[in-house]
Structure formats: structure tokens, C-alpha cells
């Protein structure tokens, strides 16, 4: 007979790598970057694959995964339908929170702050730079909305394939663009044995400074 698993038995000692005070940049982005840098190097699964943690206004929480996009303007970026539930929660909550979690590496980010729509032009921009199938899926996904069953994206596709056969461009949809978390709080995690845990935040004062600390784990 076959031995039940016990998730309280789940366990890793990690022990690959160290997060030093002295090691790190001042700026929290340009240490994104390099550790972003690093998990491209290493070839880890989905390397900009986040979870995207949104509220209600009455402080409901959601949490799903997208894609990193950019880093602009000191925010970042992801693209998504204004429509859908994250959209809704933003425009009601402006509020947001980011974590990356690469498990080669034994690492995690975390990363807080408001949320604003990006310009329409980086929004068209990047929209054309899209796969058509993509642009095409945008128009034909009333995302989050409940739907009868999935022939019904089969039609809406359908139709709007046929609507822009002759357009060289497809338009951006309207309800489509992008966001742009901008941080003032970025910590970094670097799992170390026995639990105990590297932590390094960067807060931003009121002056739009970095202040470092280091939390126990």
C-alpha cells in the first residue's frame, strides 16, 4: 500500500546562497535587476511570473499570477484587462503587491506601492509588439465575466478575426492596457539552514529615499 505524503513533513534546508548588507545595491531596482539577471542566467522556470495580490475597497484580498513586462519609470509593469477583477480591485484600491518566488535559486522578492495605468502610447506600443493570436485574444475575452462555455470565446474570436482580416494594425482595445506598480517597499529573501532566513528591506521616507533594513525571518 502506497505511504500517505504529510505536507508538514515537506521540507528544504537552503543553503545555496548568502544576502549581505554590505553586498547589495543602494537602489532596490538595480538590485531587481540583478537578481532578475541571474535567474535569466540560470534558465529558471518563468522568471518574471508574479503574483499580483489586489483588494476590494472594503479590503477583500485576491491573488493570481502574470508576467512582468517592464520596468519603467520606476514602476512595475504588467499588462492586463481593465475589466477584469484585478482591474476593477485596482480602480478601487489603487494598491498592490508583487512577489517572484524562483525556488533554483532559493530567492523571493516582495514588492509594495500604488498603481497607476501607464500612458496610452506604452500601452499601444506595446500592444502591436504582441503576437496577433494575443491581440486578437484581447478583443475576444470579456475577462473574469462568466461565460456559458467556451464556445462562446470560439465566436468572439472569430469575429473579430474577421473583423480586422484587412487591417495591417489591429487597434489596442480600449479596456486593455497596462499598470505600473511603483514600490516603496522592496524586500529580498534568500533562504539560508535551519529557517534562518536573510531578509533585506528597502523602505522609501517621505524625501523618496531607500532605507535598508535587515528583519529577522
Do not use: C
Not at 491581440?135 to 470560439?154: D, F, Y
Not at 480600449?174 to 523602505?203: C, K, M, S, T
Amino acid at each position: 500500500m502506497e505511504k500517505t505524503l504529510s505536507l508538514a513533513d515537506i521540507r528544504i534546508n537552503y543553503s545555496k546562497k548568502i544576502l549581505n548588507r554590505e553586498a547589495v545595491h543602494e537602489n532596490p531596482l538595480q538590485q531587481f535587476d540583478a537578481w532578475m539577471q541571474e535567474a535569466l542566467v540560470a534558465k529558471v522556470e518563468e522568471p518574471t511570473a508574479m503574483a499580483l495580490s489586489t483588494a476590494s475597497a472594503v479590503g477583500r484580498p485576491s491573488a493570481r499570477i502574470v508576467l512582468l513586462k517592464a520596468i519603467e519609470d520606476n514602476g512595475f509593469v504588467f499588462y492586463t484587462n481593465y475589466e477584469s477583477r484585478k482591474g476593477q480591485q485596482l480602480h478601487e484600491n489603487p494598491f498592490a503587491s508583487l512577489t517572484f518566488f524562483w525556488p533554483a535559486l532559493e530567492r523571493q522578492v516582495r514588492i509594495e506601492g500604488a498603481v497607476q495605468k501607464v500612458p496610452a502610447a506604452t500601452s499601444d506600443a506595446y500592444f502591436q509588439s504582441r503576437p496577433k493570436g494575443s491581440q486578437l485574444g484581447a478583443w475576444s475575452s470579456p475577462q473574469s465575466q462568466a461565460i456559458k462555455n467556451r464556445k462562446v470565446l470560439e465566436e468572439l474570436e472569430l469575429k473579430y478575426s474577421q473583423e480586422f482580416a484587412q487591417q495591417e494594425i489591429i487597434p489596442r482595445p480600449p479596456h486593455w492596457g497596462g499598470y505600473a506598480v511603483i514600490p516603496d517597499r522592496i524586500e529580498f529573501w534568500q533562504g539560508r539552514p535551519n529557517r534562518l532566513h536573510d531578509r533585506l528591506v528597502y523602505l522609501k521616507d517621505s524625501e523618496g529615499n531607500w532605507q535598508i533594513e535587515r528583519l529577522a525571518p
